[in-house]
């Protein structure tokens, strides 16, 4: 049996409202004893949900997993827009059109919330982690200072209205949404709210997929205390199920394990489109005899190029 251990593992998490994304990872470094420990994207403190966390060595990997989709369960107040887009900042503007969100029909918020689907041009959140001159818009905004960001290319692929509570000066929308990384759902309670004249802010935020993985795989991040090595779920169980495979075996095992160059032709069976293109989909290289992920190449020139090769 090849190394398995040593490539390290993923632990997926579902984190409790209140805790940082950063302190579920220091939680996870004191059970597990390990100090390399990262995760593919943050959740905020008032969300809960899916937070993928990389230990040991599969921290190399956590760059495949940053760009992946996710799914999010979501809440909209519409009536009042808010500094941070959420409920844990001050309001800042009411209606604008004349009607209070009350007075919204049901056509109308299924309407404005379908406008946000689509690839769209998205101003992400002022209190987001987005650097503006060196330092995170968020530290900017709570030192006082007035930001505003630049828009930029989201897809927002589907976005479902789940229910609608009507309250005597509000309404609480609940949404279902599939977005593109880098998508802010907190921005779309921002502009859909705009967008009806009411103004608008997100009150609860559930992450439910990552990818192909999805919450209910996760361990509850309440549990954490206690977790071992061998709760982790294995690199190449998580890669597989994120990027195409190229088996090999044989000698090639050992070329791989060397990053010694390898060819196009040497694998005809390999599912690409070889467009040399060096930003080439990546492709996860798994040692037939005993399914160990041993690197992730690209293609690049008639050839594989490595992104990252593992210890064997």
Same mark, same amino acid.
């Given at each position: 049996?090849?190394?398995?251990?040593?490539?390290?593992?993923?632990?997926?998490?579902?984190? $409790?409202?209140?805790?940082?994304?950063?302190?579920?990872?220091?939680?996870?470094?004191?059970?597990?004893?390990?100090?390399?420990?990262?995760?593919?994207?943050?959740?905020?403190?008032?969300?809960?949900?899916?937070?993928?966390?990389?230990?040991?060595? #599969?921290?190399?990997?956590?760059?495949?997993?940053?760009?992946?989709?996710?799914?999010?369960?979501?809440?909209?107040?519409?009536?009042?827009?808010?500094?941070?887009?959420?409920?844990?900042?001050?309001?800042?503007?009411? $209606?604008?059109?004349?009607?209070?969100?009350?007075?919204?029909?049901? !056509?109308?918020?299924? %309407?404005?919330? #379908?406008?946000?689907?689509?690839?769209?041009?998205?101003?992400?959140?002022?209190?987001?982690?987005?650097?503006?001159?060196?330092?995170?818009?968020?530290?900017?905004? *709570?030192?006082?200072?007035?930001?505003? +960001?630049?828009?930029?290319?989201?897809?927002?692929?589907?976005?479902?209205?789940?229910?609608? /509570?009507?309250?005597?000066?509000?309404?609480? &929308?609940?949404?279902?949404?599939?977005?593109?990384?880098?998508?802010?759902?907190?921005?779309?309670?921002?502009?859909?709210?705009?967008?009806?004249?009411?103004?608008?802010? @997100?009150?609860?935020? /559930?992450?439910? /997929?990552?990818? =192909?993985?999805?919450?209910?795989? %996760?361990?509850?991040?309440?549990? +954490?205390?206690?977790?071992?090595? #061998?709760? @982790?779920? !294995?690199?190449?169980? &998580?890669?597989?199920?994120?990027? $195409?495979?190229?088996?090999?075996?044989?000698?090639?095992?050992?070329?791989?394990?060397?990053?010694?160059?390898?060819?196009?032709?040497?694998? !005809?069976?390999?599912?690409?489109?070889?467009?040399?293109?060096?930003?080439?989909? =990546?492709?996860? &290289?798994?040692?037939?005899?005993?399914?160990? @992920?041993?690197?992730? &190449?690209?293609?690049?020139?008639?050839?594989? *190029?490595?992104?990252?090769?593992? !210890?064997?």
């Amino acid at each position: 049996m090849t190394s398995r251990n040593s490539v390290g593992g993923f632990l997926l998490l579902d984190k $409790p409202s209140g805790t940082t994304s950063h302190g579920m990872v220091a939680r996870a470094r004191r059970s597990l004893s390990v100090r390399r420990i990262g995760h593919a994207g943050t959740l905020d403190p008032m969300a809960t949900g899916l937070l993928v966390l990389g230990v040991g060595t #599969a921290t190399r990997l956590l760059t495949f997993l940053v760009g992946q989709p996710k799914r999010y369960e979501a809440t909209v107040r519409l009536g009042w827009a808010t500094v941070t887009d959420d409920a844990e900042g001050d309001p800042i503007a009411g $209606p604008t059109g004349g009607r209070g969100a009350d007075q919204l029909n049901d !056509p109308e918020i299924f %309407a404005g919330f #379908a406008s946000m689907t689509g690839t769209i041009l998205q101003r992400p959140s002022a209190v987001s982690a987005v650097k503006v001159g060196g330092r995170r818009s968020y530290e900017r905004v *709570r030192a006082g200072e007035d930001v505003e +960001l630049s828009p930029r290319e989201v897809r927002i692929s589907e976005l479902r209205v789940t229910g609608i /509570r009507r309250k005597t000066d509000h309404l609480d &929308v609940t949404i279902d949404c599939s977005v593109s990384s880098g998508t802010y759902i907190r921005a779309i309670a921002r502009d859909v709210g705009e967008a009806l004249g009411v103004g608008g802010h @997100l009150t609860a935020l /559930r992450r439910t /997929r990552v990818g =192909p993985f999805s919450v209910d795989e %996760a361990r509850r991040g309440e549990d +954490l205390l206690g977790t071992s090595a #061998a709760d @982790l779920t !294995p690199a190449a169980e &998580v890669m597989t199920r994120v990027l $195409p495979v190229i088996e090999v075996s044989g000698d090639r095992v050992l070329d791989v394990r060397n990053g010694r160059p390898w060819w196009f032709e040497d694998t !005809p069976e390999a599912p690409t489109d070889r467009t040399g293109d060096s930003q080439g989909t =990546p492709h996860a &290289v798994v040692d037939a005899e005993d399914g160990e @992920l041993l690197a992730v &190449v690209r293609p690049e020139d008639g050839r594989w *190029r490595y992104a990252v090769v593992l !210890p064997g």
